[in-house]
């Protein structure tokens, strides 16, 4: 253990070292300046007689000299000290074997903060505040050793009380990182993670609810800073429907998710030139996406392709568009776009109502079609095709189309004559 070495007091002195010309009085020890005689410094005895002090003569005014108790042999010495500082609750530190060390950067606040640790100014170069090493070694087995540990515990009786272990904030450069964990594997409510990232428990995408309108063809776009947000909630004030040529920020293996709030049809474009080429969108089959209100889809960003890749397309994408009722006068045009299930009421005027569909929104789409009558319901236009015996829909009967991209093409028939 190493032995302590009692700091009295420092002294500010330009004269030559004094010269040990002691006056010995009662109770007092007294060490005179020979340039100056009269002038002198007195060393009173301990505590129970009186306290110990030293009284610098006006004419030492400046300089680095301590006065100094040797712990093992009892010597008394002026020796020069280098950096002496201090501060109320400054933290000190031995520098050497003559000398202790305090820094304003080092702080024991009995207050508030226990402990604070600054490092301020500007950087010139890297720059860590504070580095913790834990370097010992064992070859004993089954031991475990932690570099930090931190438990923040005890009972907060207040009302709302919240016990946080780790607070951090990385802000005000370019790049700002908040942790950076450069080996090993991270646990979340496990002790013993068997993944680069292990999650014992429940994962949220905090939402970013988008309220600027969209224009018609929409590209590059920006949800958010930098698209920072996994899940993304369209809801703008929207009057028509929107196409979406590129979505901007992608990363390698960025997973966002789009859903349509709005009451309009939101298209992702395959492979829009309108974007730049990194926030183009690339669907299976090189078919557009639709989302329709209330549906939403999955994307997933390919650093290898510099493209978004369709995910997952919930309700909406293919076939399911949702159902409608109409009821059928002559020569209406199906709403197709907006129902994947279509059932017809006719009106009593006509034995037969003619009506014709819009064009699909995507290759694949899927459509059903049934007759609730009363009347027979017969469809026309160019960009559908029926087998040759069709004449019509019956009451009860229904027919299911898909979309080939042109036109509608009919694949399966149900009659209930």
Known sequence: MRSFVPILALFMVTAPLLLAQSTETFNTVRFEDPSSIGSFVTLQPPSGISPYSLTLPSSLSSGSWTFKVSGQTGAMTWSPVFNLVGSDKQIAWFKGTDSVKGSSGLMWDDAQLMLTLTNAGTVTAGDTAFKLLNTSTSSTVNLSKVGLSITSTGALSGSGSTNTGLVVDAQGGVNNYAALFVNGRV???????????????????????????????????????????????????????????????????????????????????????????????????????????????????????????????????????????????????????????????????????????????????????????????????????????????????????????????????????
Request: charged share 10%; no cysteine.
């Open 187 to 417: 646990g979340v409510g496990t002790s013993t993670p068997a993944a680069t990232l292990d999650v014992n428990g429940d994962v949220a995408f905090r939402e970013v609810n988008y309220t600027t309108t969209l224009s018609a063809t929409a590209n590059d776009v920006v949800f958010s800073t930098n698209n920072n947000y996994s899940y993304v909630r369209i809801a703008g004030s929207q009057t028509a429907s929107v196409t979406i040529n590129g979505i901007a920020g992608g990363v390698s293996g960025k997973l966002v998710i789009l859903y349509n709030a709005t009451s309009f049809n939101i298209t992702l474009a395959h492979e829009a030139t309108g974007s730049a080429a990194a926030n183009r969108i690339n669907s299976p089959g090189g078919t557009n996406v639709l989302i329709t209100p209330g549906a939403s889809v999955q994307v997933l960003y390919s650093g290898t392709e510099s493209r978004w890749r369709l995910a997952f397309a919930g309700p909406g994408a293919l076939s399911q568009f949702g159902n409608a009722d109409v009821t059928v006068t002559n020569n209406i045009v199906l709403p197709t776009s907006t129902a994947s299930y279509l059932r017809l009421t006719t009106g009593t005027a006509l034995n037969k109502y003619t009506a014709t569909l819009e064009d699909g929104l995507v290759k694949g789409q899927i459509l059903v079609v049934q007759n609730g009558g009363p009347k027979t319901v017969d469809f026309g236009g160019t960009n559908i095709i029926t087998d040759g015996s069709f004449n019509g829909m019956a009451v009860g009967d229904s027919i299911l189309f898909v979309w080939n991209g042109t036109k509608w093409q009919q694949v399966a028939r149900q009659s209930n004559a």
